[in-house]
């Protein structure tokens, strides 16, 4: 059975990050993909000029229309922009038993802010407790915990701990931030620690992979494999989608990756 995962999140209209993000990656880990979205931004690979908020009563109906009709197996929040939206989403997903991959998204890849101060509260207090997995890059991991952010493995290890403590079942901390060889992700449970590595790719183009990264592990988690199964294969394809980045040709800033890269065939001419 093909499984059905919600991605509650921004529109990114040159459709590398946010839910065209989100649906590409949850299309290509074999699950249906639905949309629930918080916000419109008004974004290229070069940055972000405006954003437009849907209401919070919106939000919610969106969600309560899928949850009235249709089975959902896992479900992605990415950007909820305030408070008032997280409250909306937290509303509309209580007493769900569902997974719930939570990518804490505050800050956009050329620095535009995609979360309201006020609203880092709510994601804490409302949003983290109902979290399968967590999934902070360490500048997000840092805000939460309201510390230094980690420069090395063992402080990764470490703030994903102080995060667990927060509520979420479980912690992928993202090293993409790190400035060594590595992109190593650091998965924390109660019980367990597991590293997921691969080389730092040397490319722009990495628009949207922590978007690709938790729509990839919602809809993995969807098809019943463990976290630490599903997490594998999300980092694996996040991988590839990044090593094949340069096949596309999107753009002049941080370009898109490769959510199809092993769909597509290219022709000859394409090739060349
Ligand atoms: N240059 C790179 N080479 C290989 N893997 C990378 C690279 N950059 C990021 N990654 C991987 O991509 C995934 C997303 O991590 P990252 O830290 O970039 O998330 P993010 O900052 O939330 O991204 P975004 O800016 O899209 O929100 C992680 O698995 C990380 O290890
Ligand atoms: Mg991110």
């Given at each position: 059975?093909?499984?059905?995962?919600?991605?509650?999140?921004?529109?990114?209209?040159?459709?590398?990050?946010?839910?065209?993000?989100?649906?590409?990656?949850?299309?290509?880990?074999?699950?249906?993909?639905?949309?629930?979205?918080?916000?419109?931004?008004?974004?290229?690979?070069?940055?972000?000029?405006?954003?437009?908020?849907?209401?919070?009563?919106?939000?919610?109906?969106?969600i309560?229309?899928?949850f009235?009709?249709?089975?959902v197996?896992?479900v992605?929040?990415?950007?909820?922009?305030?408070?008032?939206?997280?409250?909306?989403?937290?509303?509309a997903l209580a007493g769900q038993d569902i997974?719930i991959?939570?990518?804490?998204?505050?800050?956009?890849?050329?620095?535009?802010?995609?979360?309201?101060?006020?609203?880092?509260?709510?994601?804490?207090?409302?949003?983290?407790?109902m979290?399968?997995?967590?999934?902070?890059?360490?500048?997000?991991?840092?805000?939460?915990?309201?510390?230094?952010?980690?420069?090395?493995?063992?402080?990764?290890?470490?703030?994903?701990?102080?995060?667990?403590?927060?509520?979420?079942?479980?912690?992928?901390?993202?090293?993409?931030?790190?400035?060594?060889?590595?992109?190593?992700?650091?998965?924390?449970?109660?019980?367990?620690?597991?590293?997921?590595?691969?080389?730092?790719?040397?490319?722009?183009?990495?628009?949207?992979?922590?978007?690709?990264?938790?729509?990839?592990?919602?809809?993995?988690?969807?098809?019943?494999?463990?976290?630490?199964?599903?997490?594998?294969?999300?980092?694996?394809?996040?991988?590839?989608?990044?090593?094949?980045?340069?096949?596309?040709?999107?753009?002049?800033?941080?370009?898109?990756?490769?959510?199809?890269?092993?769909?597509?065939?290219?022709?000859?001419?394409?090739?060349?």
């Amino acid at each position: 059975m093909i499984p059905n995962v919600l991605s509650i999140a921004g529109s990114d209209p040159s459709g590398g990050a946010g839910m065209q993000a989100d649906i590409k990656a949850i299309s290509a880990n074999g699950a249906f993909a639905m949309a629930a979205i918080t916000a419109l931004t008004v974004q290229n690979t070069r940055g972000v000029r405006d954003i437009c908020l849907v209401s919070p009563s919106f939000v919610h109906g969106q969600i309560q229309a899928v949850f009235d009709d249709i089975h959902v197996h896992a479900v992605k929040i990415g950007m909820i922009a305030n408070a008032e939206i997280a409250h909306a989403v937290a509303e509309a997903l209580a007493g769900q038993d569902i997974p719930i991959v939570l990518d804490p998204v505050m800050i956009a890849k050329g620095g535009a802010s995609l979360l309201d101060l006020s609203a880092v509260a709510v994601v804490r207090e409302a949003l983290l407790p109902m979290a399968t997995v967590l999934t902070p890059n360490l500048l997000e991991a840092a805000h939460l915990l309201g510390t230094e952010v980690a420069t090395t493995r063992p402080d990764m290890e470490m703030q994903g701990r102080a995060l667990l403590a927060l509520g979420s079942a479980a912690v992928l901390v993202k090293g993409g931030h790190l400035t060594g060889d590595d992109c190593p992700d650091c998965l924390v449970t109660a019980d367990s620690c597991v590293w997921f590595e691969s080389a730092r790719i040397a490319t722009r183009k990495t628009h949207g992979t922590g978007c690709t990264l938790s729509s990839a592990l919602a809809a993995q988690i969807a098809h019943m494999r463990d976290l630490p199964a599903a997490a594998a294969a999300a980092k694996s394809y996040v991988t590839a989608a990044i090593a094949q980045a340069d096949d596309l040709n999107v753009g002049s800033g941080h370009g898109p990756t490769h959510h199809f890269a092993s769909f597509y065939i290219p022709s000859e001419e394409t090739r060349s």
